[in-house]
């Protein structure tokens, strides 16, 4: 597929990577040839050879056991499964060739272990579930095509992988769900210059009024090799710079005379009220003797500071009140595989027609798409990882080694305000006594600093938290009154912090409560809204829609009523296979409808009055228009 035209047009035809985008790419989605191996047989009898027959069609990217692969049931989610599918000399062909440039394949997901070959050679050995990977298949192409085989291994048992909320039980129970073994994510492919951009992460520095474009290559290039970066907002240039690249990072920083006047920062910086984005165009050029060749990358940013400051997360250093929903990304009959681009779009338009500000992407990697249409909806989002369930060596190698491709791969998006490498102690259940599982976690938290020092991290969210930027409390009380209680004044909040903690984990384990992080209760209410399942669950239980309305108001009331709290995150988006406890059913549809939902959600912004805040807090952000932007 050939596009043309701005970010915005490789995004809406769902290109899987929207920070980087080349004009030539093929999506390998739809049938596959497909086989389970329960008894791991296929690697010994040659499975991978070409011209074997796999028995059975899937449909990619959705993974076994769910409908939209075609093949539902139990019977097909075994822990190694096989894929098999032939890239045509006529679909090859829809990717011109020039002179030099590679055939790469990527991966955006499979879970856990892959294994690829190419016209029987094997090209590439990926572990990890939760990360993308390329594999360079130049080299194995014949003028018959491309046949690629794929082999994933999922132990279900294995609670030292990154499992989230997968279930390793034979059936989900509890706040777990089905597992997504194998392919889960895009797979496609594009033609790109043998030194090429594989990764790019921007920075904006509002007092030097400068952008910086920090770029991962694919090689170390040749000496005179050069990149250009020019950035356009509105068809308005706003400034352009290059700069001589000596190593296979290299870092672009770009004048923007526009930030110098405050006056006009209204109009240029993204918030989520105003989510301007910055249109990018990057050139890559080397020199090979007499011959030039050069990498031609669409991107874009948004021109924006995320930091802390006396008790709040500040965007543009502006305090922002946080209304957040955990958004589990999980659809009923494709797990935790989007149902389509547009799918994704509309879980992130809905949330914002709701008044909400922040969606907190729980227990799972964001997909690339589902960051860029929060970056051109308006919508904050806080970046989770997975968690193991064992403490281990290897876990911790794990964890490490992924967590670092995630923070590389979706530090670039200005919708990403936060990193929550950690969740209420999965992984580390001893750490309030484990120096061992202290380190790591303090480890972690640093490397991401290192990685990315321009957002805040929470170090373990819920509770037992050591060196964190934000200090969060999951908060499951069912009535009003327990939740008024714990944040109602510095005493009470300072008892909730350093005591037991609400959900009996002490909250701070480094030290006692300073009065300067912001605070947030970053998980509450959960109520279910009783239907025929007898199997329906939530933190409490209700009846009817009037009693839902007036439980779930009552303890969003209670938090607003805080003058110390600086937000809240409401569990959860939608129903989730049998944890019922969503603002919407697991179709989407809302329980309240969409007016009731928003008058919810915000109607305790009115008690803001009663507190003194900063009056730069937005209590409620615009309505979504519905339409791309």
């Known amino acids: 597929m050939r596009i043309n035209g ?35 047989v296929g690697t010994r009898e040659s499975w991978h050879a070409p011209g074997t027959l796999f028995p059975d069609t899937i449909t990619v990217p959705f993974p076994p056991g769910t409908e939209r692969s075609g093949l539902p049931g139990p019977g097909y989610d075994t822990e190694v499964v096989w894929y098999r599918r032939t890239v045509t000399p006529d679909e090859l062909a829809s990717l011109p060739e020039a002179d030099g440039e590679r055939l790469v394949l990527t991966f955006e997901g499979v879970d856990h272990t892959a294994d690829v070959w190419g016209n029987g050679q094997h090209l590439a050995h990926h572990v990890g579930g939760y990360s993308r990977f390329e594999v360079d298949v130049t080299e194995a192409l014949t003028p018959e095509g491309l046949e690629l085989v794929v082999r994933a291994e ?22 777990w769900y089905q597992r997504s073994t194998g392919i889960w994510r895009e797979v496609w492919m594009e033609r790109r ?3 090429a951009v594989t990764a790019l992460t921007w920075q904006t520095d509002l007092g030097q009024a400068q952008v910086s474009a920090r770029l991962a290559l694919t090689r170390a290039p040749r000496p005179g090799t050069s990149v250009t970066v020019t950035l356009s907002h509105d068809g308005e240039p706003l400034g352009t710079a290059t700069t001589a690249c000596l190593a296979q990072e290299a870092t672009v920083t770009i004048h923007v005379p526009a930030l110098l006047n405050r006056m006009e920062w209204p109009g240029l910086l993204w918030t989520p009220s105003q989510p301007h984005l910055v249109e990018a165009r990057i050139s890559l050029t080397e020199t090979d003797g007499d011959r030039t060749r050069s990498d031609e990358v669409v991107s874009y940013t948004g021109l924006r500071e995320v930091t802390t400051s006396n008790g709040y997360l500040c965007l543009n250093h502006e305090p922002v009140y946080v209304r957040a929903v955990l958004d589990q990304g999980y659809w009923e009959d494709s797990a935790f595989t989007p149902p389509s681009n547009e799918a994704l779009r509309e879980d992130i338009a809905l949330a914002r027609r709701l008044g909400l500000n922040t969606l907190r992407a729980h227990q799972r990697t964001p997909d690339l798409r589902y960051l860029a249409w929060a970056d051109r909806l308006g919508m904050m989002v806080w970046a989770e990882y997975p968690a193991a369930y064992a403490f281990s060596h290897r876990a911790v190698a794990m964890l490490t080694a992924e967590w670092a491709r995630t923070v590389e791969d979706c530090a670039g998006h200005p919708s990403v305000v936060v990193w929550v490498p950690f969740n209420e102690s999965w992984g580390v259940p001893l750490i309030a006594t484990d120096p061992a599982q202290q380190a790591f976690v303090d480890s972690v938290v640093s490397l991401t600093r290192a990685l990315d020092p321009t957002r805040p991290v929470i170090a373990n969210d819920g509770w037992e ?55 947030m209760v970053s998980e509450f209410g959960g109520i279910s809204l009783a239907t025929a399942d007898a199997g329906s669950w939530g933190y409490a239980v209700v009846s009817t829609t009037e009693e839902y309305e007036e439980v779930v108001g009552s303890l969003l009331d209670s938090l607003y009523a805080s003058p110390l709290l600086s937000g809240w995150c409401y569990t959860q988006l939608t129903d989730t296979a049998q944890e019922t406890n969503g603002l919407c059913h697991a179709d989407r549809t809302l329980k309240l409808g969409e007016a009731r939902t928003r008058d919810l959600l915000t109607r305790g912004a009115r008690a803001f009055r009663t507190h003194l805040r900063p009056r730069a807090i937005t209590e409620v952000p615009a309505l979504d228009t519905g339409q791309p932007r």
Request: proline share 10%.
């Open 154 to 175: 999922d132990p279900r048992s294995d609670v030292e992988q990154p499992r989230g909320k997968q279930e390793w039980r034979e059936s989900p129970h509890g706040i």
């Open 465 to 519: 938290q050591r060196g964190t930027d934000i200090v969060t409390v999951h908060d499951y009380g069912t009535h009003p009154e327990e939740l008024r209680a714990n944040y109602a004044d510095d005493d009470s909040l300072a008892r909730t912090l350093t005591g037991a903690g609400p959900q009996g984990r002490r909250i701070l384990l480094d030290q006692d409560w300073d009065g300067r992080r912001p605070v």
């Open 193 to 195: 210059p043998a030194l």
């Open 6 to 40: 701005d970010s915005a047009a490789w995004l809406t035809a769902g290109y899987p990577r929207p920070l980087i985008c080349r004009e030539s790419w093929l999506s390998l989605a739809g049938p596959w040839g497909f086989c389970a191996d329960p008894h791991r």
